[in-house]
């Protein structure tokens, strides 16, 4: 079965720094999907990024960028000239590519990133 | 709806009553799941539906726990002799045929049992 792992449960950045959330998943598969996911405090959880495995260019979507290696099974997202309404609770997720799988996604348990002015 | 709509929003019950939650996905949306999220905690996965495929209830963590989706689009996650432990929000989420992974979340129903 597949996991995923996120070691930092909470982290700190000034406003106008930059960040990197770690994440980590365990699998076996070759083609799968990744993604980071954000939760604020009204509980609604928001795609901010996705990576396809097949692909080797790091995906990235105006101030927030990945880090992927494939070989390491990492993924870490990187939040550049972090804003006072970045914080929130971040999630990486993965999801099995491909016919024959449930389509689930499957979530680490979440970074708390503060954002100080 | 333009969203995924779950109703309660708050609801509060003794232990050992029923609770039914509700999960309106967006329109068109085959993918439905329900995850459940204790208090500071990450997202654990309950079930998902697919389509006209069989569910997926390999996480529903009890009997006591059970879902159906109707026609398709509207879900109701039922949790039957509620126990303290099921205190959590529980989040729905939507998502298209052959979609790439990306969910629409609802806001969740918090659930609390006294």
């Known amino acids: 079965a597949q996991t995923v792992t996120q070691s930092q449960p909470e982290m700190s950045v000034q406003e106008a720094e930059t960040v990197t959330l770690s994440c980590t998943y365990d699998t076996s598969e070759s083609d799968y999907y990744l993604f980071w996911y954000k939760q604020p405090p009204s509980r609604q959880m928001i795609l901010v990024i996705r990576q396809e495995a097949y692909k080797q260019q790091n995906a990235t979507e105006n101030r927030f960028s990945v880090n992927f290696q494939k070989a390491a099974k990492s993924f870490s997202l990187k939040i550049s000239d972090s804003q006072l309404g970045d914080a929130a609770m971040y999630f990486c997720a993965y999801r099995s590519f491909g016919s024959g799988n449930t389509g689930k996604l499957i979530f680490g348990q979440g970074t708390t990133l503060q954002v100080k002015p | 709806g333009a969203g995924v709509s779950q109703s309660p929003s708050n609801k509060v019950t003794e232990k050992g009553k029923d609770v039914e939650l509700r999960c309106d996905p967006i329109?068109?949306?085959?993918?439905l799941y329900w995850y459940r999220q204790s208090l500071g905690q990450g997202l654990e996965f309950l079930i998902y539906f697919q389509g006209n495929s069989a569910p997926d209830k390999s996480g529903l963590p009890s009997d006591r726990f059970s879902a159906e989706r109707t026609g398709g689009s509207v879900s109701t996650l039922t949790i039957q002799r509620t126990q303290q432990e099921d205190s959590a929000v529980y989040l729905c989420a939507s998502g298209r045929t052959g979609f790439t992974g990306e969910l629409f979340f609802g806001e969740g129903s918090r659930l609390t049992v006294l």
């Open positions: 329109s068109g949306h085959t993918a």
